[in-house]
């Protein structure tokens, strides 16, 4: 299910929300150079979260084959910085697009929540979170490890758990059949949720190409963090401005 619009009105401009959206396309752009070849693999050399290079439990020369012409060569030499800025690379259009798309639909209502100091700070936790999940699932992995989607899945996390009954228009492809639904955010999400969960798996997901154990506890760490650090104030502000909604959009 790929999420087009939610029937949540927000009552503030989600400008942190926004600034992420333009921190990310700009380092896709003058970093990783839209997905040229050369600086995109070089993004990934010296940015991106490897395991078993930050903790030392793959040998020092380990070479990592990127694309048929160039190498990264692992020089021990790791930096604890990539657990947060490999959150803010990305592997493709398709994984960059589809990544802020989602930050979109489900970030302004959850700065909303807490406004957006209070949300930077929120996200990067996640990113935390994320990373932390996937390194213990596999700390000996050598896939380079890249994208927002963990911390995007914290931010789902939380939109579950403040929002659940707001409605999420999808689009739902059946085969050669493609049809839209309005859904609860709470059906929505958890479906994501546990479709990230089987994929972790490796008898089902396969070798670990995408991080799932990062989505799946980028959304743990959401649901949690939400409520202690979202400011009640907000949120009733919203039920005031939606009185008829106000039973739908909250637990």
Request: net charge negative; aromatic share 12%.
């Amino acid at each position: 299910m790929f999420p087009i619009r939610d029937e949540n009105p927000t009552i503030r401009t989600p400008v942190a929300t926004l600034g992420l959206i333009g921190l990310n396309l700009l380092i896709w752009i003058f970093v990783q150079g839209a997905g040229s070849e050369e600086p995109l693999v070089k993004s990934l050399c010296l940015y991106s979260l490897i395991p078993g290079e930050l903790l030392n439990s793959v040998p020092v020369g380990t070479r990592l084959q990127l694309t048929d012409d160039l190498v990264c060569v692992l020089d021990g030499k790791e930096s604890l910085s990539t657990l947060i800025t490999h959150a803010f690379l990305h592997g493709s259009w398709f994984h960059i697009i589809s990544n802020l798309w989602f930050l979109w639909i489900f970030g302004d209502n959850v700065e909303d929540a807490m406004g957006p100091f209070h949300f930077i700070f929120f996200y990067g936790l996640c990113i935390l979170a994320a990373a932390a999940a996937q390194i213990a699932a596999d700390p000996s992995a050598v896939t380079p490890m890249v994208g927002a989607s963990g911390a995007i899945g914290g931010v789902m996390g939380a939109y579950a758990r403040l929002y659940p009954r707001a409605y999420v228009h999808t689009v739902i492809p059946l085969g050669f059949f493609i049809t839209t639904a309005a859904i609860p955010a709470v059906y929505m999400l958890g479906y994501w949720f546990f479709i990230q969960l089987i994929s972790a798996v490796p008898a089902v997901g396969g070798p670990a190409q995408i991080a799932f154990w990062a989505h799946a506890g980028g959304f743990v760490a959401g649901l949690l963090l939400i409520r202690p650090i979202s400011r009640q104030d907000y949120i009733d502000e919203h039920n005031r401005l939606t009185p008829n909604q106000s039973a739908k959009y909250r637990l």
